[in-house]
Nanobody, 124 residues
């Protein structure tokens, strides 16, 4: 049974930082690409960042490029999202997801498994 469990969300002031973690179990983590998506109230779930199975390829949405950093530790079956210079518009539920593919990592359909999400709220 595959489980992806996010943690690290919370309330932070604009300009602050948070580090999200996603612990995976029940899948061959080292073979899967991992992604972070986010969903703000009343909006569609959108891509934030993705990383290939070995960390050799990394992708970011334009809205987070230069502020967010995705990384992974295959020995710990964990993927991270370091978020800095946070803005109120970053407020959303953040989801991690696992993909067996190496292509189209910016779209939801590439991912087979999803976590339950962690809330990030950025106050102005």
């Amino acid at each position: 049974q595959v489980q992806l469990v996010e943690s690290g969300g919370g309330l932070v002031q604009a300009g602050g930082s948070l580090r999200l973690s996603c612990a995976a179990s029940g899948l061959t983590f080292r073979k899967d690409a991992m992604g972070w998506f986010r969903q703000a109230p009343g909006k569609e779930r959108e891509f934030a960042a993705a990383i290939s199975w070995n960390g050799g390829s990394i992708y970011y949405a334009d809205s987070v490029k230069g502020r967010f950093t995705i990384s992974r530790d295959n020995a710990k079956n964990t993927v991270y999202l370091e978020m800095t210079s946070l803005k109120p518009e970053d407020t959303a539920v953040y989801y991690c997801a696992a993909s067996p593919t190496v292509q189209a990592l910016g779209v939801r359909q590439a991912y087979d498994y999803w976590g339950q999400g962690t809330q990030v709220t950025v106050s102005s």
